[in-house]
């Protein structure tokens, strides 16, 4: 289904007016600096691209910002682990439950036993994923997860922003005994540090907003992308990425963004989100500035007032 006749109206005339209302935001963000590199982004920027599965896009603000997927390429590691490996595997490795801890806590995988991480979008669990994509060593996992998403954003030119990826891989002392106690728990499969690349590599992957819309359009269709007609998901698969994205895509903020917002949703701590109104419409937003929780504090306010004023939520 596309934009309706007066979602076009009410976009076209008031997004660039809430896109600015919700800029004034980012004033009372940061943007993150544990990775020193993701600090550099413009903290005011915000920008939304929305596209239905007519391929109609609707935009505003700064969308040609490239900015780095982060916990965003999560969603979609998860996605490539179970088409390798089957349901079964997976979740013999990550659980299925929100932590209401940090995305990059460890508490629970010290305090919890068997010790698997509960869920596969923090980020132990999204390491645990890493470790499960199939090839023959990390340079092989990595160009299969870039090629994937690729074909995700139907856009061959996607490629890593390496000072990111630099950046991450020197300072990420605590995803590192994160891993290693992953590793110790008899979670991880392989090498630590070569699982550890893999993960790097996925996160320090370069989008637009456009390019999110366009990923999320393929989750929104049930695996099919609907500007090619290809299939590149099996819908079960979508299906249980699309619940996570609900329960924990915006980490520990993951129950208020679905009585604020009420889509699923995934977030990165480059400011970026990717959501969707199933069956209708991908949106990709970046806004650099980050509230307490890690999520884009404009870009959150912005998928309020949209959500909220075209009745957008699944609830
Ligand atoms: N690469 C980041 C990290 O591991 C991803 C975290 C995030 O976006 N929340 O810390």
Not at 238 to 258: D, H, L, P
Request: hydrophobic content about 40%; glycine content about 8%.
């Amino acid at each position: 289904m596309s934009f309706t006749e007066q979602e076009v109206e009410l976009l076209s005339r008031q997004l660039p007016l809430w896109v600015e209302a919700s800029k004034v935001r980012s004033a009372y963000g940061k943007t993150a600096s544990y990775i020193p590199e993701l600090a550099k982004a413009p903290q005011h920027a915000l920008g939304i691209h929305l596209i239905d599965t007519t391929g109609t896009a609707v935009s505003s603000g700064d969308c040609s910002l490239s900015f780095t997927m982060q916990s965003i390429s999560k969603v979609f590691t998860l996605i490539l682990a179970l088409m390798d490996n089957g349901e079964e595997a997976v979740f013999q490795k990550v659980g299925m439950e929100p932590t209401g801890d940090n995305f990059n806590s460890m508490l629970k995988l010290e305090l919890v036993r068997p010790g698997i991480p509960f869920n596969p979008l923090i980020n132990a669990g999204a390491i645990a994923i890493s470790s499960l994509i199939h090839g023959k060593d990390s340079a092989e996992k990595s160009s299969r997860i870039l090629s994937f998403f690729q074909a995700l954003a139907g856009n061959d030119t996607l490629t890593y922003d390496m000072d990111v990826y630099r950046s991450e891989s020197d300072t990420a002392n605590l995803n590192r005994s994160m891993a290693y106690l992953l590793k110790d728990n008899g979670v991880l499969e392989g090498q630590v540090e070569e699982v550890l690349d893999v993960y790097f590599h996925h996160c320090s992957i370069q989008v637009t907003c456009s390019d999110l819309a366009r990923m999320a359009l393929v989750l929104a269709n049930n695996g099919t992308d609907p500007v090619t007609g290809v299939t590149l998901i099996p819908r079960r698969y979508v299906q249980i990425a699309k619940t996570f994205m609900i329960t924990c895509g915006m980490y520990n903020a993951s129950g208020e963004f679905a009585i604020q917002v009420g889509l699923p949703a995934k977030s990165g701590v480059s400011g970026g989100i990717l959501t969707m109104v199933p069956g209708r419409l991908g949106i990709g937003v970046v806004g650099p500035a980050l509230n307490v929780k890690g999520n884009s504090i404009a870009g959150v306010h912005l998928l309020e007032t949209i959500s909220r004023e075209l009745d957008w939520s699944l609830f």
